[in-house]
T-cell receptor
């Protein structure tokens, strides 16, 4: 079945540091890949997405590239801010045949804390 | 544009009491609908999903049930709450096609006393 593995957290950075959160996946066919962000006490917000190999999703300074050869979708940001402190989830939606009905497979989440 | 509403935002219930959480979606038709539970701010567990009115699939056996009485309404229920039902409950919707993102509500914080 499908699975998503994220790097263990928590990740603690100083403001303006470079961020990488690793995400690798296992899936049949050609899944769509997503990053979600969850701020304390809130629901998940879609941060960015990529639907095919070599696509780069980007939003709010965050980027991730769909790498089929390494089955990865690492999240990066060049300069983090205190306001980026949140939990980040990598997820995939299977596009293969069957009865997936758009269900998402989530990673376990990575807590990011950014200090001033 | 599409919006999703979940209520209540917080709920405190005694053990053994019933539960009803409601979720509605606006601005789209025939969405797929989902209920998740999240423990300790991490790890989402899919509880139920629905691809149409009256069609409910359960992902894990538990003390909860779900219903979809209307196209854009999804309800999570229990007849008798357990302490273990405490958590953060999230509703989400997606378009009917595979490969589309899900869009989440703001969640309900449920505490069982």
């Amino acid at each position: 079945g499908n699975s998503v593995t994220q790097m263990e957290g928590p990740v603690t950075l100083s403001e303006e540091a470079f961020l990488t959160i690793n995400c690798t996946y296992t899936a049949t066919g050609y899944p769509s890949l997503f990053w979600y962000v969850q701020y304390p006490g809130e629901g998940l917000q879609l941060l960015l997405k990529a639907t095919k190999a070599d696509d780069k999703g980007s939003n709010k300074g965050f980027e991730a590239t769909y790498r089929k050869e390494t089955t990865s979708f690492h999240l990066e940001k060049g300069s983090v801010q205190v306001s980026d402190s949140a939990v980040y989830f990598c997820a995939l939606s299977g596009n293969a045949g069957g009865t997936s009905y758009g269900k998402l497979t989530f990673g376990q989440g990575t807590i990011l804390t950014v200090h001033p | 544009s599409q919006t999703i509403h979940q209520w209540p935002a917080t709920l405190v219930q005694p053990v053994g009491s019933p539960l009803s959480l409601e979720c509605t979606v606006e601005g789209t038709s025939n969405p797929n609908l989902y209920w998740y539970r999240q423990a300790a701010g991490r790890g989402l567990q899919l509880l139920f999903y629905s691809v149409g009115i009256g069609q409910i699939s359960s992902e894990v056996p538990q003390n909860l049930s779900a219903s979809r009485p209307q196209d854009r309404q999804f309800i999570l229920s229990s007849k008798k709450l357990l302490l273990s039902d405490s958590g953060f409950y999230l509703c989400a919707w997606s378009g009917p096609d595979r490969g589309q993102p899900q869009h989440f509500g703001d969640g309900t914080r449920l505490s069982i006393l």
